[in-house]
């Protein structure tokens, strides 16, 4: 378990100095038995969405900034910090432990500091959970969520975040038999939703390619493109395409794909999901810089277009909560500029009285409704075809009145919550 530790405690450090999601770095890491692995993950994720407090605890015992060739100390004490406060880790294995890898990284010295440390946050144990129980955002991360929310909102976030998502599913087909033979609960619209927890390539049909990973809101434009528009026959580019869900569920209600995408690692492994799912007959698959791809267009247009555009990705913080300390404002502008040239380019891929499906799971509105309504403006030949007649009563808050969708991590409570995401449905008019 000390390895883990160490290994923990190496990559929280890649994570918050190179603002790294922690499935990047995990891949820079030595393979961990499954135990080990779902151990570092847990703490990794604990630690993550209890940085602010833990900072803030740590702040009453070090009074000083560590030098910078002790940085591996400060990551030392918020991951045991986090272990005794919230993994319920014997203290002694907790103390040991860090104490005996920075014994061995560092020195006696700065272990002993560590020791020290980790010594009083066990005995204030009680009052520190009680005192920091509430905070999930650094002050950067609130100023980008209060540029578009009121307070109330925010706090509502906030307390979403804390949360811990849920595994959902899509069936290839048929919902209500897939969720029965998983154990899951049927969502509106048909998503799976199960308890996140153990191996997913051990549940039922996944071999047999019965269903594939996908949240509920990155499950929801291709579901509700399907009410606007039987799909059967339709050519569709799915544009930033990897690593597939959205694509299979193109190809499973019958749709011929072209998924386009900048990375060959990626689309690997939207081509293995396909073919275990046995969809990747109708699809053609192209690695290539999608806004390059648009720009050289020649060919036949599509029928439709669905542009899941590059984003800050915040909608997904309950995932990945590494997100809030690494993401900020100026990430936003800069996805935002990213999607506006997406949209100007979109128009010659896509045949006239076509669909256009933008979305993003980001919770900025400047990546969202600020995004589209200044495209509606500048370009009065699209029009937007209204999605919130398309959902279910139970899903009514969902619905802008504009016609748009916006999902937050807050929605949904009676469920479980869901992944942020903004929807837009944009219709070509003939010139």
Not at 109 to 120: D, I, P, Q, W
Not at 188 to 216: E, H, M, S
Request: contains cysteine.
């Amino acid at each position: 378990m000390s390895d883990s530790r160490l290994t923990a405690v190496l990559m929280l450090q890649e994570i918050l100095e190179k603002h790294q999601f922690v499935s990047e770095v995990k891949t820079r890491f030595d393979q961990q038995p499954e135990a080990d692995s779902a151990f570092i993950n847990m703490l990794l994720l604990t630690t993550l969405r209890r940085l602010v407090g833990l900072r803030k605890i740590l702040k009453q015992y070090v009074k000083k900034k560590l030098p910078p060739q002790s940085k591996l100390a400060e990551y030392a004490l918020l991951l045991g910090t986090a272990e005794i406060l919230y993994l319920r880790t014997p203290d002694y294995a907790v103390i040991n432990s860090y104490v005996d890898l920075i014994k061995k990284r560092l020195d006696k010295y700065v272990a002993g500091f560590v020791n020290a440390v980790l010594r009083k946050v066990c005995a204030g144990s009680e009052r520190l959970q009680a005192e920091n129980n509430c905070e999930f955002f650094p002050p950067e991360f609130r100023r980008l969520l209060k540029a578009g929310y009121g307070p109330k909102t925010v706090a509502a976030i906030e307390q979403a975040a804390f949360s811990e998502p849920s595994l959902d599913l899509t069936a290839a087909a048929d919902p209500e038999k897939t969720a029965r033979a998983v154990g899951g609960k049927l969502l509106p619209l048909g998503t799976i939703r199960l308890p996140n927890n153990g191996n997913i390539a051990k549940l039922p049909g996944y071999t047999g390619g019965l269903w594939w990973v996908q949240d509920f809101s990155a499950a929801l434009p291709v579901k509700l493109l399907g009410r606007i528009r039987p799909l059967q026959g339709l050519r569709v580019l799915d544009l930033c395409a990897a690593p597939g869900g959205k694509t299979a569920q193109l190809l499973a209600a019958g749709a011929l794909v072209t998924a386009v995408d900048i990375s060959a690692p990626r689309l690997k492994t939207l081509q293995a999901n396909l073919e275990r799912l046995k969809l990747a007959e109708n699809c053609e698959i192209i690695c290539a810089d999608a806004l390059e791809f648009l720009h050289n267009f020649t060919a036949q247009p599509y029928d439709v277009i669905l542009l899941d555009a590059p984003c800050s990705a915040t909608g997904t913080l309950r995932r990945h909560p590494e997100l809030v300390h690494i993401k900020n404002l100026g990430d936003v502008a800069r996805s935002a500029e990213l999607q506006r040239r997406f949209l100007e380019a979109s128009g010659k891929a896509l045949k006239p009285e076509g669909n256009l499906v933008y979305c993003t799971c980001a919770l900025s509105r400047d990546e969202g409704e600020n995004q589209i309504g200044s495209f509606l403006e500048q370009n009065p030949s699209w029009k937007t075809t209204p999605l919130n007649g398309l959902l279910p009563a139970e899903l009514s808050e969902l619905a802008a009145p504009q016609g748009w969708i916006r999902v937050l991590p807050s929605s949904l409570p009676q469920f479980g919550g869901a992944d942020g995401f903004f929807i837009a449905c944009l219709h070509k008019e003939s010139a």
